[in-house]
């Protein structure tokens, strides 16, 4: 779909978009995704489940070490992510990353552009998420002989239309495992096992980086 000023517009009812819903989530994997993200999303106001991700243990944790964690447990760089503060900056980041309306034939590289909303980009991500998963502004695709391996996802904002379309907030493409990865992380809290040994590298790292430091 065409871009207008600073937005990037789409149809209100994609072609690309999940048509056998049911069937695919006719799974425990499925029914795990749509649970957490949707239902009990740890961000979301309307969560059902009785744990945000304060109580998961996460509520002193920065929110760019949340994120470098989310993406190093999932082998994904942290270019992989784009945000842009304001929706209408969507139209120039979709066109440089390759983010346009064909966007869900590219499947080779996991990647995500989203508004950024309440300075914090996990919780962005995490909402635009839910609401593709929620909208239904989803399709869940093969990949190299690999059944179901793709979620392509599409999140709008309703405030902002033209004509028979509506503005992107967030365009995302991303591996099954991926999302199960990140569920895993977040339920399992910062006192597990993983986060210890991931802190660990990190300082490891930090002091061989000081020691190959030349003395000046």
Same mark, same amino acid.
């Given at each position: 779909?065409?871009? /207008?000023?600073?937005?990037?517009? /789409?149809? +209100?009812?994609?072609? %690309? /978009? ?8 006719? @799974?425990?994997?499925?029914? +795990?995704?749509?649970?957490?993200? #949707? ?14 991700? #304060?109580?998961?243990? %996460?509520? =002193? ?10 993406? *190093? ?28 309306? =064909? ?5 080779? $590289?996991? +990647?995500?552009?989203?508004?950024? &909303? ?5 919780? @962005? ?11 239904? &502004? ?5 990949? =190299?002989?690999? !059944?179901? @391996? ?11 239309? *033209?004509?028979? $379309?509506?503005?992107?907030?967030? &365009?995302? #493409?991303?591996?099954?495992? /991926?999302?199960?990865? %990140? ?12 986060? &210890? ?6 300082? !490891?790292?930090?002091?061989? $980086? ?7």
């Amino acid at each position: 779909m065409s871009s /207008t000023n600073g937005y990037e517009y /789409t149809s +209100r009812h994609p072609d %690309w /978009t999940q048509k056998d819903i049911l069937d695919k989530f006719n @799974s425990e994997e499925f029914k +795990r995704l749509f649970g957490f993200y #949707v239902i009990c999303n740890p961000y979301a106001k309307s969560n059902c489940s009785k744990k945000n991700m #304060v109580e998961y243990g %996460w509520g =002193n944790i920065r929110i760019i070490d949340l994120k470098k964690y989310l993406l *190093y447990e999932v082998g994904l760089q942290e270019k992989s992510i784009f945000s842009k503060e304001k929706i209408d900056e969507m139209k120039i980041v979709c066109a440089n990353e390759k983010f346009g309306e =064909n966007f869900n034939d590219l499947l080779d $590289t996991e +990647r995500a552009v989203i508004c950024l &909303r309440d300075d914090n980009i996990v919780k @962005s991500l995490f909402n635009h998420i839910r609401n593709a998963f929620a909208h239904g &502004r989803f399709a869940v695709c093969d990949y =190299n002989g690999e !059944k179901n @391996s793709r979620i392509v996802l599409e999140d709008v904002d309703p405030d902002h239309h *033209y004509q028979k $379309t509506i503005a992107v907030s967030a &365009r995302m #493409v991303l591996k099954k495992s /991926t999302l199960l990865k %990140w569920i895993d992380i977040i339920e399992a809290g910062p006192d597990s096992e993983d986060y &210890r040994q991931y802190l660990q590298s990190k300082q !490891k790292d930090k002091k061989s $980086t000081k020691e190959k430091k030349p003395n000046v």
